[in-house]
């Protein structure tokens, strides 16, 4: 995620996330929309916009054209989408091999139909970012009429003006102008201006081009775990019992495809989808017995999600520790003779793989 940046002097602070489409019974607002500030002029340069006094115009104008692209990572929605179709049929493919389907149908209209699309929706994501250029008490000579509203608000009582600093990105809507107070102080040199705001604006392009990067490659592994888990797993009807056997096949083969698209190693894949922070994980996946875990409807509410999280973290772990001993084509064989006659329960399933694969997972399916 990106980081507030607090740049020293001449602040630029910004936060950026991508947007998720608000709840269907969520009251629509309208689009915040930039309203020039009275006495203020447009500067675009290259794609960057600031808005400032007519005295700032031509030092805010050399800031803007001393910018020199952001580094970019090679994790990018461009990059994503050459390797995806570039892999394409080898996914597609293994997809139905790892899976044992009988054509490829599914996984090809995944493909084009879903993955590829929403991946060139981020890469076409550019939000209307301005600059405003401008000293803190002249922010609040322009907000203390409303202006700005509700980005900017004057609070009378204070004197002073806060603001919302977000770069909000969104795919299903269009955006809000994003219009980010860049603060002057009189006592640099025009040099020192040029140099500090377009270092800001550097350091907010790399921001969100690394936001961008995360926020496309996540999506990918998140759309193929939910076509995986949708299409493939949901069928099974899996008991409770054996549901960590849908949690880890749909995680380690998302890994595994994913790692094509987005060049990141599945090792790494893996090791996020089981790692747990000493300092955020409330509950260990070593607690929780697979073979008979808690009755989601006996926890509290807010428990549950946690639970969930343990769970699939050791679901996973299972499934790694499975396929080490048996290999990948154990799924597969293991999948087939589900559909042919599901087990009767979790100790069922146990046996079933034990029996068409060679490996005993009681052991790591158990609360240690």
């Known amino acids: ?53 007519p005295a700032d115009v031509e030092w805010v104008t050399q800031a803007l054209k001393s910018i020199k692209p952001a580094t970019r990572p090679t994790t990018m929605p461009a990059d994503l989408i050459t390797r995806a179709t570039a892999a394409r049929a080898k996914i597609v493919a293994q997809m139905k091999t790892d899976l044992a389907l009988a054509d490829d149908k ?47 608000h004057y609070n009378k009582v204070a004197g002073v003006t806060s603001y919302n600093d977000n770069v909000m990105l969104s795919m299903d809507k269009p955006m809000d102008d994003a219009v980010l107070p860049a603060f ?12 500090r705001l377009a270092a800001g604006i550097v350091e907010l392009d790399t921001k969100l081009a690394q936001m961008l990067s995360g926020q496309s490659q996540l999506q990918v ?45 599945k090792a ?57 001993k048996a290999g990948d084509a154990a799924i597969a064989k293991t999948l087939i003779t589900i559909r042919k006659q599901p087990p009767a329960d979790g100790a069922a399933l146990v046996a079933l793989i034990k029996e068409q694969t060679g490996a005993d997972l009681t052991a790591e399916l158990k609360a240690k």
């Open 184 to 195: 002057v102080d009189l006592k640099h040199t025009p040099d020192e201006k040029v140099k």
């Open 106 to 152: 599914a996984a090809t209209e995944f493909f084009d139909a879903k993955l590829l699309p929403t991946l060139k929706k981020f890469d076409a994501l550019k939000p209307p970012v301005y600059f405003l250029v401008l000293t803190r008490p002249r922010l609040d000579d322009l907000t203390k009429d409303g202006w700005g509203e509700p980005r900017f």
């Open 268 to 324: 790494l894949w893996l090791q996020d989808a089981t790692f747990e922070s000493p300092r955020t994980t409330l509950l260990s996946a070593r607690s929780i017995d697979l073979l008979e875990p808690a009755d989601e409807s006996k926890m509290k509410p807010a428990a549950v999600p946690h639970y969930t999280q343990a769970m699939r973290r050791k679901a996973v772990a299972t499934v790694m520790a499975w396929t080490t």
């Open 1 to 53: 995620m990106m980081r507030r940046l607090l740049l020293s002097l001449f602040a630029l602070p910004a936060f950026a996330q991508v947007t998720q489409p608000p709840p269907a019974t969520a009251p629509d607002r309208p689009r915040y929309e930039l309203q020039m500030p009275a006495g203020f002029q447009k500067v675009e340069v290259a794609g960057h916009t600031a808005l400032c006094e």
């Open 221 to 265: 592994f998140n759309m193929i775990a939910q076509h995986i888990g949708e299409r493939h797993m949901d069928p099974l009807k899996l008991r409770r019992d054996q549901h960590w056997l849908a949690m880890g096949v749909t995680a380690y083969l998302t890994a595994g495809y994913t790692a094509e698209i987005s060049g990141i190693a």
